[in-house]
């Protein structure tokens, strides 16, 4: 799954379920040992007779703080929400595998019963299957393809990651099931960017011209046809969206689930008092304020996954503050982060070190966080000239080391961060003011680079593509640090130069060892997600990239 750079401003930053209070350390790990006993008895319930084989009918009712944006993915916000949805009613050519972890994604047949490459690895051919059709009838076919690549590149649709399909200079129809892409080069990520978006009912939608599908977003509604698992049988805005069930989906008897409703309720407390009252089936994001009551309910089930994002303070590198990465370290060196994630998270969350999670498979076998040794950070910045003054802050050249950290505002997890950091800075001579402000104007922030550190998340490429963030010709765009390193620049793009990633190990264990020594962001921490599952629901499988990856494998007991 691509984290596109314009994808990264969107999601760099959406809040998190926010904490009423900081949670102690010893709460938190006693909320995993419950979570862990609510895994076994879960265990146990299905070992002591519960039925093991999926029963058709039956709704699941999921709660959402937010509303999708729309049927047409070209055209709307890209939400958690809305792509969870989109990725049910329309198919992919090939489905990515949630199992980095081990070795680069692989890709089980969707659309596409097979694909093959040319021996240059400039063509990929894909042969589609040929028992899909919309939900009206009409067959889907290598036309749907090629015309979903079309408006995916089109200037007038101006989807935000149309970039991606940049070095795809054709999608051939080679006859009704057959389509060849052609690349203008070999490169790493050809897959994920072919495979990137959704394959659309041209039949039906291409009678609006893409000149106006921005004006038309309600139109796709009204004229929904699907391939995937599941159609929308109602749409109440700001309330619920109803999926049913697609008769016409392939890959019967899926799905199993006759109904899926997605609950509006924009309080995440109010969410997680209808989730403890049995009127939701799934929490896709529990705070882990909460996880204790759901592990801690026979009725209900913790499920936690580790997750592709880590959050870290981004340094402003232009300013002179931390143009040094020396200084930058020596800032590392003086946050004690292992207690910022055992008070913030406890067990569901550990230290980062990397852009690349530690559950990725090329995550630098080498790398230790950076320890907590403040003696050190004194010494370091003492040698490049600070040196105590007024109240203890340390100053150069009359300047005192002093500056702004923000976060967002909604997130409370980062703006606690703030508080902490802004106390274990103090400790060495420098002096943090912590300022959570708006999102939007956050985001506005780093995108013009008006700011000096700033608390932030990011959220990892499963391609291991770093140029957004770290490659000095992304400056002013996602790499919202400035960092500018040449031999980093060099090493990214030699890593994206193999047709199989699997071979870019080496440049991608160096970038990581120079970022490590470099601080653009001093890493704080990688958590997981928490999802809560009523155990009326069979076989939920939460994955690292998708909350809802197999639903249409769900099936439930009852209602």
């Not at 314009?6 to 979570?35: D, K």
Request: hydrophobic content about 40%; charged content about 25%; aromatic content about 10%.
């Amino acid at each position: 799954m691509r984290n596109h750079p314009n994808r990264a401003g969107r999601l760099r930053l959406l809040p998190l379920p926010s904490a009423a209070a900081l949670i102690s350390a010893a709460a938190l790990i006693n909320i995993a040992a419950l979570a862990a006993a609510g895994c076994e008895r879960r265990s146990e319930a299905l070992r002591g007779g519960q039925p093991a084989s999926p029963r058709r009918g039956g709704t699941a009712v999921i709660g959402w703080t937010a509303e999708p944006s729309g049927v047409n993915e070209l055209v709307g916000t890209s939400t958690q929400v809305t792509s969870e949805m989109l990725r049910k009613l329309f198919l992919h050519l090939v489905e990515e595998q949630p199992d980095f972890e081990r070795h680069p994604p692989t890709f089980t047949p969707l659309l596409a019963r097979s694909y093959d490459w040319s021996p240059d690895h400039k063509l990929l051919t894909f042969h589609l299957r040929d028992d899909v059709t919309w939900s009206d009838g009409v067959p889907v076919t290598a036309d749907d393809v090629r015309w979903s690549w079309q408006a995916q590149k089109d200037p007038r649709v101006a989807w935000n990651y149309s970039y991606v399909k940049a070095r795809i200079t054709d999608a051939e129809v080679v006859d009704p099931h057959t389509v060849r892409f052609h690349f203008s080069r070999a490169y790493a990520t050809q897959m994920l960017d072919v495979n990137e978006g959704l394959i659309l009912p041209k039949h039906a939608w291409e009678k609006l011209p893409f000149d106006q599908w921005k004006r038309g977003a309600d139109w796709f509604k009204q004229h929904l046809v699907v391939d995937g698992p599941f159609t929308i049988e109602s749409w109440r805005p700001q309330q619920e969206v109803v999926l049913r069930r697609n008769p016409r989906y392939f890959d019967q008897p899926r799905p199993y689930l006759e109904r899926v409703v997605f609950r509006i309720v924009p309080s995440q407390a109010n969410l997680v008092a209808q989730f403890l009252d049995g009127e939701l089936d799934f929490d896709p994001a529990v705070n882990p304020a909460d996880a204790a009551r759901i592990a801690a309910n026979p009725r209900l089930e913790l499920f936690p996954t580790w997750f592709r994002s880590w959050v870290g303070v981004a340094w402003n590198t232009t300013n002179p503050l931390f143009a040094d990465p020396e200084v930058r370290r020596a800032l590392t060196l003086a946050i004690d982060r292992e207690t910022i994630v055992r008070t913030l998270w406890g067990r569901y969350a550990r230290v980062a070190d990397s852009p690349i999670v530690a559950e990725a498979w090329a995550h630098g076998r080498s790398l230790r966080p950076w320890p907590y040794q403040p003696d050190e950070a004194r010494r370091i910045l003492a040698a490049k000239g600070w040196t105590p003054g007024a109240g203890g802050i340390l100053r150069r050249g009359g300047e005192p080391f002093a500056f702004e950290l923000t976060t967002n505002t909604g997130n409370q997890q980062r703006v606690d961060a703030l508080v902490m950091i802004q106390e274990q800075l103090r400790r060495i001579g420098v002096r943090a003011q912590p300022r959570p402000v708006e999102f939007n104007t956050l985001n506005s922030r780093l995108d013009s680079g008006a700011f000096e550190a700033v608390v932030m998340g990011q959220t990892m490429d499963t391609g291991l593509d770093l140029t957004a963030f770290f490659h000095s010709r992304s400056i002013d765009k996602a790499n919202f640090t400035r960092y500018a390193n040449p031999q980093v620049d060099r090493l990214i793009e030699a890593s994206m130069s193999h047709p199989d990633i699997s071979l870019a190990r080496p440049e991608l264990e160096r970038i990581q060892d120079i970022l490590h020594r470099d601080q653009p962001y001093s890493f704080l921490w990688e958590s997981q997600r928490l999802h809560g599952i009523s155990r009326r629901i069979h076989d939920a499988r939460p994955t690292m990239t998708w909350s809802l990856f197999n639903l249409a494998d769900w099936w439930v007991e009852g209602r």
